[in-house]
């Protein structure tokens, strides 16, 4: 059974910096495109991030461009979410997904099949 678990989430002040991890077990990613979602109260999930199977390809989310940093540790059967410069914008539950197409990268909720339970994000002003 594939399961992701994501990890890292926390209060954090405006202009610092998080990590977020997403490990995932009961499966093999190193062919899987995975990306990262964003629900904040009152909001639908929005994408975040998307990288490929090689982790050449990367997508983002125009806002958080400059900001976040996603990348993948195949070896680990782990993906990360590096957050800079955080803003009170950026408080949301943020899922991981994992979908077995890898070449690309999906930005659609729809292109992915696995989804971790979330890991809340809360930044203060």
């Known amino acids: 059974q594939v399961q992701l678990v994501e990890s890292g989430g926390e209060l954090v002040q405006a202009g610092g910096a998080l990590r977020l991890s997403c490990a995932v077990s009961?499966?093999?990613?190193?062919?899987?495109?995975m990306g990262w979602f964003r629900q904040a109260p009152g909001k639908e999930r929005e994408f975040v991030a998307g990288i490929n199977w090689t982790g050449a390809l990367t997508k983002y989310l125009d806002s958080v461009k400059g900001r976040f940093t996603i990348s993948r540790d195949n070896a680990k059967n782990t993906m990360y979410l590096q957050m800079n410069s955080l803003k009170p914008e950026d408080t949301a539950v943020y899922y991981c997904?994992?979908?077995?197409?890898?070449?690309?990268?999906?930005?659609?909720?729809?292109?992915?099949?696995?989804w971790g339970q979330g890991t809340q994000v809360t930044v203060s002003s």
């Open positions: 997904a994992g979908t077995l197409w890898g070449v690309t990268v999906g930005v659609a909720q729809g292109a992915y099949t696995y």
């Open positions: 009961g499966g093999t990613v190193s062919s899987w495109g």
